[in-house]
């Protein structure tokens, strides 16, 4: 029996954390049940070497529900054990210890965990957390893989440090991305591999309650409308709440010149921010779920597919689209998502300065409508599956 823990920003709130957690979990999935038969006691099933995988989060029976097509029957001899724990942080709770001392190894990531915003919140600060448990893992001597994550904002000198000493207690460290390998270069001399992000792994799920959704939308042309209220307030956005009603009318006004219906969604489970981006799209706009959002990132690609144009904001969405096979207009709001736009080759996007640009808005939108869908790069799927394989081999050696 193998044990692992797998630590990261894993609330089920925000469905691009979920994106990499399933994608992790049907990787370590689909090899366990390739595992070679160890052996068959007498009048038994055969045995293969199982592997039990800890999670922590806030909100457990969410989380249950999320992972419950992964996680099988204590009586099955395939697939994985998933055991999921309450933690007063997505990383800290009464059972951390315990269950990091019985662990094998322990996997961080992946996800934009390492930034210096309000670093002395415990409640909100990723590296705060994962400082504190790299201190209890050097005490056990377990080995360590971070996986896949993003770094930014890292400009105080305390928070380099405690990256520093993250990073020099893992026995191999993955970015996601090469602003996050520049940061953590600058922070430690260990080799920082880099490889596409597990979302990119996942695939279109057509499920009864996806496709009850698709069937409730107004017939016709459709665009997609995602954007995040956090990308106003923390972008130091000049006049935000005018320059999203300015960006709110010039798209409502290319969609009504053009017969496009208006869908709004945000990547969370809370879809308020949608609401309030539909009412200022007036009346040829609504949300895209009614209620929470609580489907699988999977069942989610599955929706953005039936949509002809998606402009998006965040960077799941964006990568959501882009696996949909969907037309892609992107804001750009961080060097990590102009990085993605490059490596996907999708040159229709708009930096956040340009967003009241009436014109500069009118003809990217128009270029986006009447081109293609962004053609799948073999070079991202290669970049993903080694980095699942490298994830593979950690835990499995």
Known sequence: MRRITILGSFSGRNKGDLAILRSELIQLKTRAEEEPIRGKPPGGKPLRDKLTVYIFTK???QMREYLSDLITDAKDNKGISIRILRGFTSYIGPKTLPVLAKSDKVVIGGGGIFFDTRLFDISFNHLLNLFIITLWLKLLGKQVLIFAVGCSHLNSRLARWM???????????TARDEMSKRIFSECTDKKIVIGGGPAFLLEPKKTVRAEKIVQSWQAGRKILLSLSELMFIKKNVADPQNTLKQFLNHVSEFAKQNGYTILTYTNYTNQSFASKTARLCGESARTMLKGDNHLLPEELIYLFSKFDLVIAAQMHVAIFTYIAGVALMNLIYDDKVEEFNKLIDN???LYLAEMDDGPKVAKTLSI?????AISWKA??????ERLAELLN???WS
Do not use: H, M
């Open 393 to 395: 081999e950690f835990v």
């Open 379 to 384: 070079s991202v799927q290669t970049s993903s």
């Open 368 to 372: 986006t409508a009447a081109g293609k």
């Open 163 to 173: 990256t520093k000493v993250v990073l020099n207690n893992a026995k191999i460290v």
């Open 59 to 61: 909100d457990v029976p």
């Open 347 to 349: 040159r229709n996007y």
